[in-house]
């Protein structure tokens, strides 16, 4: 039964009845009118189509004025095409940089010292804080192949005893990890690295109550700035033993010279230099050969023989009749220059096999040079003096710029032989 929750003019109602009555005042939703949209001013309607059509037209005249009639766009034929080395002015492009196609090189214009090499002003500001290295390397049968000899600026040889050669190798413009293997040190030797004041490596000397053979008395005597052994090692590859295995490293060398205050380029007298000859005015073939002990010959082992090498216009060498090589660079031992320097040797005074090398003085020299043979002279003013060499007319010689290899062979017992020219 329904319940009565109220009474209306006198009547009874119930809950259900004013529920529905309720409902029933609520307007039906097809009942409910829809607000009509505002309607556009009649006068915008009428002027809206014209000025369209007149921005459009004015856009088409205005793009034929501008990008048609006034730019004039040149004709395919007339536009220069660029190379492809050419890059924007701009360093940017979408954002991100361009490099250059090739950057700008300063030129080489100084001019080393020693052999003639060419530097730029940079590369000579940072060699002018250094000091040459002179490196005493073996050349027993047993120390071959050796390492650095491509690196030097400049190579003496020798006899050292028993018709046994060794090198002197000057190092500036190079600087190997690796030079040697490293023998002891000769009284001549000691006098031509005198030239340089350098930095020398070493491992002993010859000494001697003879002062013209006493190499170690004169090391201290002259002030050599010695770095003898510190920094050396033994490198055994299984085929050569002391003493035919100890090496140094020129940049060692230079770290030892900065503790001492030696890391300064010394005056040095330079040579004349030239550019290499034209091909057509080079020579052809040269084939020389020097023998430095004729009676202590030791089957050839320490005869060198020079074949000139016309596309690099360098002299490639032999030794022991077999290619003398690098160890480091993997390549063939070559000189743009070649001296054969004739000079006294004698025994040294002390009743040892010891030699005595006039260092000091002058003589005939032959230069191989451009493919050719020349005869001239060389001379020696004093220990610290360098050696200087002339032409037949007494002109100083002018060497190519390049490895610059000195022999010293006897008078008395040693040979140079031209074999073809």
């Known amino acids: 039964m329904a319940k009565v929750i109220e009474i209306a003019d ?10 529905v009555n309720k409902d029933n005042n609520l307007p039906k939703k097809e009942e409910v009118k829809k607000e009509e949209p505002k309607q556009k001013h009649p006068l915008l309607r009428k002027i809206a189509f014209p000025v369209v059509a007149i921005l459009t037209l004015g856009g088409i005249a205005a793009f034929y004025y501008f990008g048609i009639y006034k730019l004039k766009p040149t004709h395919p034929s007339n536009v220069i095409t660029f190379n492809s080395r050419y890059i924007l002015s701009e360093s940017k492009l979408f954002g991100r940089k361009l490099p250059l196609l090739s950057q700008p090189k300063e030129p080489k214009t100084e001019e080393s010292p020693l052999n003639g090499l060419l530097f730029t002003k940079k590369e000579m500001n940072e060699l002018t804080k250094r000091r040459p290295v002179a490196v005493m390397i073996n050349n027993h049968s047993e120390a071959r192949p050796q390492s650095g000899l491509n690196s030097a600026d400049i190579v003496y040889e020798t006899n050292a005893e028993g018709g046994i050669t060794r090198y002197l190798g000057i190092f500036w413009s190079n600087a190997p990890e690796k030079v040697g293997p490293v023998r002891s040190l000769r009284q001549y030797y000691l006098e031509w690295l005198s030239e340089y004041d350098p930095l020398l490596i070493r491992d002993g000397c010859a000494e001697s109550s003879d002062p013209k053979a006493n190499a170690c008395g004169n090391v201290k005597a002259y002030g050599i700035k010695d770095v003898a052994t510190i920094g050396s090692w033994r490198w055994n590859d299984g085929r050569r033993y002391a003493p035919h295995n ?4 020129i940049n060692n060398a230079w770290e030892y010279a900065k503790k001492q205050n030696w890391d300064s380029l010394p005056k040095i007298d330079g040579y004349e230099f030239k550019n290499d000859a034209k091909s057509d005015e080079r020579g052809k073939k040269t084939i020389v050969k020097t023998v430095f002990h004729m009676r202590l010959n030791n089957s050839g082992k320490y005869d060198a023989i020079w074949t000139y090498d016309p596309d690099t216009n360098s002299y490639l060498r032999k030794i022991g009749g077999v290619i003398d090589a690098d160890q480091e660079t993997s390549s063939q031992v070559s000189a743009k220059n070649v001296v054969i320097q004739k000079v006294r040797m004698n025994p040294a005074s002390d009743g040892t096999a010891r030699l005595v090398v006039d260092t000091i003085g002058q003589g005939e ?5 451009d493919g050719k043979v020349i005869n001239g002279k060389w001379k020696k003013d ?4 360098r050696t200087k060499f002339f032409n037949s007319s007494g002109e100083p010689m002018k060497f190519n710029r390049g490895r610059i290899w000195i022999a010293a062979i006897s008078q008395s017992y040693g040979k140079f032989d031209i074999i073809e020219q």
């Open 365 to 369: 020299a032959v230069f191989l040079i």
């Open 382 to 385: 004093s220990r610290k003096d």
């Open 10 to 19: 006198g009547k009874e109602v119930s809950q259900e009845t004013q529920k």
């Open 246 to 249: 100890e090496y140094n490293s």
